[in-house]
């Protein structure tokens, strides 16, 4: 007789945890895992669990009840499409497929299609949080088929993190591709949120010559007002953490590496034509930390200022938090500009508000920071861009002063910091009434006649200098704004 209320496949450290998180909260849920004997393995320390093993996938179906909720945590890529073949033969119409993996989100929107074509629901969810997130309450962002939300609905919003007020960071994201879309921009945003971190760190151990534990002091310092977040809170921990005397972090590779989501967010505002300049800054320099051997040889023959800081450290260390605080609202900002522009490509009505009540808790990017986006998004649901609302455009002005020294700094000492400039680089760009994108186009036009608009003239309109008296009137027909 079947009696579980949710099946999962995929057992390792966060189909595990998750899974314990589900049986914590009263439901029964029933497991596969390719290797059966981690099936085993994983019933024998979890005894006096609901949880229920089975070591093939139609033992598996058979233990679920109706409508079957079937959770996929397997590698993204061909495994999931691989066990979605192999699952839907054995399943039935209104039964739904869950991939709480790190899929693309082209690939969502293809799944999607694909099982409802076969009368099954299917659910692409973002799951954030890491291992303890799993079991203790992540931060949940499905998507796919709508008519699947209500029979997981209470599951996923009873395992999910709450935000301070008890709500659950979990809600229906949007139909295909959404919820792994969202989860997606929070990676690149995470991405960009540990680069701005980091170029903190370097710049207060090599520009101000700080120690370990001098630096931990900060952190716990900032960890405590403004800056409060996870990543903040286990800065200051790594930064604290030693072993017989020796500090872990000092004897670890700057060489990072990553799973692909922010190259990804990169690509993805390309292709939408949005100016995703942090983020994708902190997608290139992890590609140049893992230049290591080539950095080493270039730093023996490529010399740089030969400066050292003489001015007030404090000062200069609360100008850092200032820098960190303004930059970290472009990141959020160019984030969201792409999750609106995605929006409109893909026909997503996403709530805004909302996704940042799903990041309060839970997830890696969980600050006290997002409790404001939510604020700035219930003042106004049509929000274009988030330096208009008046509490980030008054804090972004209160901090410009003390950002612009740090770069100024950090460029007077050579220590790169490509996070925080292109922060700023956008942050003056976007306030710019006029740039020099008419050069540009004139450029263009001259040397491949694709022609331009007029400041004098209704926009819409096309024009073509023959710039050499030899170009003639014909025109590219390329022009794209």
């Known amino acids: 007789m079947a009696q579980a209320d949710i099946a999962l496949i995929g057992l390792a450290v966060m189909g595990q945890n998750l899974v314990m998180n589900m049986a914590d909260h009263g439901y029964t849920v029933a497991v596969y895992n390719r290797t059966t004997s981690v099936v085993d393995e994983f019933l024998g320390s979890t005894k006096g669990m609901s949880i229920i093993g089975a070591h093939s996938l139609k033992e598996l179906v058979a233990t679920i009840k109706r409508p079957r909720r079937v959770m996929l945590l397997v590698k993204a890529g061909k495994p999931v499409d691989d066990l979605i ?17 790190n899929s693309n989100y082209q690939d969502t929107i293809r799944r999607t299609a694909y099982v409802e074509s076969k009368g099954l629901w299917f659910v692409g969810t973002g799951v954030s949080g890491g291992e303890e997130g799993a079991r203790r309450g992540p931060s949940i962002m499905p998507g796919g088929s709508p008519a699947a939300w209500p029979h997981i609905k209470e599951i996923f919003q009873a395992i999910a993190a709450k935000t301070p007020k008890g709500e659950p960071c979990c809600d ?14 929070h990676n690149g ?11 903190c760190y370097h710049l207060m151990r090599d520009g101000l010559g700080l120690n370990n534990p001098a630096m931990h002091q900060v952190f716990a310092r900032w960890n405590e007002g403004r800056l409060d977040s996870y990543l903040i809170e286990i800065t200051r921990d790594i930064l604290g953490y030693h072993e017989d005397g020796v500090y872990t972090l000092e004897l670890i590779l700057d060489s990072a590496g990553q799973k692909g989501t922010g190259k990804w967010t990169a690509i ?13 800054e902190a997608v290139l320099a992890r590609f140049l930390s893992a230049l290591k051997d080539e950095r080493v040889q270039a730093s023996k023959v490529l010399k740089g200022p030969n400066a050292t800081f003489k001015g007030d450290q404090d000062a200069l260390v609360r100008d850092l938090e200032d820098a960190l605080y303004a930059a970290k609202i472009v990141s959020y900002t160019q984030g969201y500009m792409l999750l609106r522009a995605a929006a409109a490509e893909y026909g997503w009505n996403l709530n805004y508000g ?6 309060r808790g839970g997830c890696i990017i969980r600050s006290r920071f997002l409790g404001e ?13 988030l330096l208009l609302d008046p509490f980030f455009r008054e804090a972004v002005e209160s901090a410009q002063a003390a950002w612009r020294r740090v770069i100024a700094t950090a460029v007077e000492l050579g220590i790169p910091v490509p996070a925080l400039m292109a922060a700023l680089a956008f942050y003056d760009g976007y306030r710019t009434a006029r740039l020099p994108a008419n050069l540009l186009q004139a450029q263009r036009d001259y040397f491949g006649a694709h022609t331009y ?20 009137t014909t025109t590219s027909r390329s022009y794209t704004a």
């Open 354 to 359: 909302g996704i940042a009540l799903m990041w």
């Open 172 to 185: 229906w994201v949007g139909e295909n591709g959404a919820g792994h879309y969202v989860k997606m921009v």
């Open 85 to 101: 073949d192999s699952l839907i033969p054995l399943l039935e119409p209104g039964d739904i497929i869950i991939d709480g993996g």
């Open 373 to 385: 986006i939510k604020a700035a998004y219930d003042r106004d649901p049509g929000l274009v861009n």
């Open 268 to 280: 993805s505002a390309i292709e939408q034509g949005v100016p995703l300049t942090l983020i994708t």
């Open 189 to 199: 945003i995470e991405y960009g949120d540990m680069q701005l971190i980091a170029e």
């Open 453 to 472: 608009e007029r400041v004098d003239r209704p926009r819409g309109e096309f024009f073509h200098t023959n710039w050499t008296g030899r170009g003639g």
